[in-house]
């Protein structure tokens, strides 16, 4: 009996011993100086996640087919066969790789903000099983660069090997992002710097940085090192704490308060003599403290799929007691934000925020004082220009007073399917957007005494309300005087300043009360999917009809044939051929992949909260 015993614990003990560890999380292995960090935990059930997901169940239908073979083909062409040509392998042989975390991150490694050094880039992939087909891939790799003859070597780090690849005389090199280097008259031209990458093998996790010094704290920790990691900062273990759970598939993190601190420590560039400039020069430090962020701890997001649907938390680390410029204006009053009963169940998107005007006003000001107070001088000057223009018509005016003085702590934008299906249409949808006020008839009025520096506007009576309108300017073609513009329509009542550039917007919204339509806030599913987003008590919600609006992008794109003027319009100039438009399906053929999505937001003492939440369409559960 002890001989069997002593023969299976030897067996336990032999068989455990040939397994390796498992790799640990990303925050155990990143050095404490982490600036950066965009982490998958489980790339295996990210993969199985996204399969199931509509954005992807929608790219993989049969009848997206000839758009996706196009948008494929150019990528092939563009990217993945220059990048396997250079190389000399196929990106097939890795896509295998792809099993367990995937991170990449930014260190500071020493960087302290000048040219001297450089921030840290690392890239890890757990490839879990696949050990051996990493190491072969990696050899065959070695092996390639070598046969061309690139400058490569071998160190070792903590006694794992990396391959060291100087950048200059490196084909890839030619892949990576890049951006012309800038000369500025009257200053030495700085020559570019060699780069490097480095690459290695610790069991099954892949590692790739730009630097020996970048991967060394990633090593250290998977050997036994005991320097810090960043588990150990201890404003990520908070929000790791707060906004990781429960696994999700993503997950990111920002240290903004070493980024912004490093930055606004530098010195500001003494004035150039042989580059000057008609502006009043800004000073950086001036700029990331007015504008509050300096005054940013951290910046978090999650992304998680359910059955529910897909969410994705952004949480702004900005403690109430130092938060300021903007940062104190984004910051909404906890106060409804459910649609008000006058929204109508036709409109395709609605947003309310809860910001006091006023407040917003004053520390807009402070932020551009802070900032330059030679623009703040511009700002003041400008307001009393226009105050002296609009008392020639209305005396006593002032804009301060009448205009923002008579401003409330409530926005709402909704809007309403174009009537057109073409391009510009879908640019320029219905919309109506209404400011609460104590006395929108005052607010009104101001409006009016203001926008009169442009002309005179136009009034009409409707349901016992004014109708202000007035032609804004159009746009110049031609060194003659600019083209009539649309009209701008304004008016109040109930409680709001009413904009708008259509005309039936508004009449719309000052006929909301007699009942006849159907509100918003019935539609089915809305309230519940608010809850996901921390309801709609927090002082920011905001609404779309994904459905609704892909419906008018299929109708409108379907028209634009690749090349032409309005797709130019719309896509970079690089991708312009990638897209024809005119393959994609009708429109009926794919709804099944879309619903709605809600956003919310809300302030805390410790910072600014941002949800976003899209139901699963009830045809896919």
Do not use: C
């Given at each position: 009996m002890k001989k069997c015993y002593g023969f299976c614990l030897a067996l336990f003990f032999g068989l455990t011993m040939g397994i390796p560890a498992a790799i640990p999380p990303a925050e155990n292995l990143l050095p404490a100086d982490t600036l950066f960090l965009l982490a998958a935990p489980d790339i295996d059930q990210a993969r199985a996640a996204s399969k199931v997901s509509p954005g992807w169940l929608l790219w993989s239908d049969p009848a997206m087919k000839p758009f996706h073979d196009k948008v494929m083909g150019k990528w092939n062409e563009?990217?993945?066969?220059?990048?396997?040509?250079?190389?000399?392998?196929?990106?097939?042989?890795?896509?295998?790789?792809?099993?367990?975390?995937?991170?990449?991150?930014?260190?500071?490694?020493?960087?302290?903000?000048?040219?001297?050094?450089?921030?840290?880039?690392?890239?890890?992939?757990?490839?879990?099983?696949?050990?051996?087909?990493l190491k072969t891939n990696l050899a065959k790799l070695k092996k390639k660069w070598i046969d061309d003859g690139k400058a490569i070597h071998t160190e070792s780090v903590r006694g794992v090997d990396f391959t060291v690849v100087p950048l200059s005389t490196n084909d890839l090199a030619s892949l990576l992002p890049h951006r012309e280097p800038v000369h500025e008259l009257g200053k030495p031209e700085k020559p570019a710097k060699p780069g490097l990458i480095v690459v290695g093998q610790y069991q099954s996790?892949?590692?790739?940085?730009?630097?020996?010094?970048?991967?060394?704290?990633?090593?250290?920790?998977?050997?036994?090192?005991?320097?810090?990691?960043?588990?150990?900062?201890?404003?990520?273990?908070?929000?790791?704490?707060?906004?990781?759970?429960?696994s999700p598939l993503y997950y990111g993190w920002f240290n903004a308060k070493t980024l912004f601190g490093i930055l606004a420590s530098l010195p500001d560039p003494a004035p150039n003599p042989e580059a000057p400039t008609l502006t009043p020069p800004i000073s950086a430090k001036a700029m990331l403290v007015a504008s509050g962020l300096t005054g940013l701890k951290s910046v978090s997001l999650s992304y998680r799929e359910s059955r529910e649907g897909s969410q994705m938390d952004v949480f702004v680390s900005a403690p109430e007691s130092a938060r300021q410029g903007l940062f104190k204006i984004l910051a909404a009053s906890a106060k409804d934000t459910a649609p008000p009963a006058f929204v109508p169940d036709s409109a395709i998107k609605f947003s309310r925020w809860r910001i006091d005007l006023q407040k917003s006003?004053?520390?807009?000001?402070?932020?551009?004082?802070?900032?330059?107070?030679?623009?703040?001088?511009?700002?003041?000057?400008?307001?009393?220009?226009?105050?002296?223009?609009?008392?020639?018509?209305?005396?006593?005016?002032?804009?301060?007073?009448?205009?923002?003085?008579?401003?409330?702590?409530?926005?709402?934008?909704?809007?309403?399917?174009?009537?057109?299906?073409d391009v510009k249409a879908l640019r320029d949808p219905p919309t109506l957007y209404l400011i609460g006020s104590a006395d929108p008839d005052a607010a009104g009025h101001a409006l009016g005494s203001v926008l009169g520096l442009l002309g005179t506007p136009d009034s009409r009576d409707f349901l016992g309300h004014k109708i202000y309108s007035i032609a804004l300017p159009g746009q110049r073609t031609s060194v003659s005087a600019p083209a009539a513009g649309r009209p701008f329509y304004y008016s109040s009542g109930n409680g709001y300043l009413i904009l708008s550039m259509d005309e039936s917007m508004v009449e719309e919204f000052l006929r909301s009360s007699d009942g006849k339509t159907a509100p918003l806030r019935s539609k089915p599913?809305?309230?519940?999917?608010?809850?996901?987003?921390?309801?709609?008590?927090?002082?920011?919600?905001?609404?779309?009809?994904?459905?609704?609006?892909?419906?008018?992008s299929f109708n409108a794109l379907k028209t634009v044939s690749a090349g032409s003027g309005a797709a130019q319009l719309m896509i970079p100039p690089a991708f312009r051929d990638w897209f024809d438009f005119s393959l994609l399906p009708d429109f009926d053929r794919v709804s099944q992949y879309f619903n709605f999505t809600v956003f919310g937001g809300s302030a805390s003492t410790e910072g600014l909260a941002f949800k976003f939440f899209a139901p699963r369409p009830p045809q896919l559960k």
């Open positions: 563009t990217f993945i066969a220059p990048f396997e040509q250079n190389l000399g392998i196929k990106i097939s042989d890795f896509t295998e790789l792809l099993k367990g975390q995937f991170t990449f991150a930014v260190t500071q490694n020493g960087w302290t903000g000048d040219d001297s050094t450089e921030p840290g880039i690392l890239l890890l992939l757990d490839v879990k099983d696949k050990t051996d087909l996790l892949l590692i790739v940085g730009n630097s020996l010094k970048a991967v060394e704290p990633v090593v250290a920790h998977l050997t036994g090192g005991s320097s810090p990691a960043l588990r150990d900062d201890a404003t990520f273990a908070s929000d790791q704490g707060a906004q990781f759970r429960g006003w004053t520390e807009l000001l402070k932020t551009v004082g802070g900032i330059s107070p030679a623009y703040l001088s511009y700002i003041n000057a400008g307001l009393d220009t226009a105050n002296g223009m609009a008392q020639q018509k209305t005396p006593n005016f002032d804009f301060r007073r009448d205009l923002i003085g008579n401003l409330g702590d409530d926005v709402v934008m909704y809007q309403k399917a174009p009537a057109g299906a599913g809305l309230m519940e999917a608010a809850q996901h987003v921390g309801g709609t008590g927090g002082g920011l919600f905001s609404y779309q009809d994904a459905r609704e609006s892909m419906r008018i």
